[in-house]
């Protein structure tokens, strides 16, 4: 069955840097779109990065814009979220995720397997 293990959370002081690593097993990792998303306490869950099958084509929330980078390694079924001048409010749980579609999806519903989270704390 389809898997996804995400790692490398953990806290953070402001302005500091985190990299955030996902594998991925029991399905074709190259024929899928990935995407990172998060939730904070007490908000829904929304789209930080995505990237589409290759990798060649990624895309970003607004607010993340300039500080995080998404990337991928289909030779090692791995996908990677790159966070630098991380702010309080990018406090949440992250989740990678995975979709049967080749192009980037941004839409929770979009995806349909997920990993179990990794918290990224960034104290104010």
């Known amino acids: 069955q389809a898997q996804l293990v995400e790692s490398g959370g953990g806290l953070v002081q402001a302005g500091g840097s985190l990299r955030l690593s996902c594998v991925a097993s029991?399905?074709?990792?190259?024929?899928?779109?990935m995407g990172w998303f998060r939730q904070a306490p007490g908000k829904e869950r929304e789209f930080v990065a995505g990237?589409?099958?290759?990798?060649?084509?990624?895309y970003y929330a607004a607010f993340v814009m300039g500080r995080f980078t998404i990337s991928r390694d289909n030779d090692k079924n791995m996908v990677y979220l790159q966070m630098n001048s991380l702010k309080p409010e990018d406090t949440a749980v992250y989740y990678c995720?995975?979709?049967?579609?080749?192009?980037?999806?941004?839409?929770?519903?979009?995806?349909?397997?997920w990993g179990q989270g990794t918290q990224v704390t960034v104290p104010s």
């Open positions: 990237t589409d099958w290759s990798g060649n084509s990624v």
């Open positions: 029991g399905r074709t990792f190259n024929e899928q779109a």
């Open positions: 995720a995975g979709s049967k579609s080749r192009v980037i999806v941004v839409e929770p519903y979009e995806y349909d397997y």
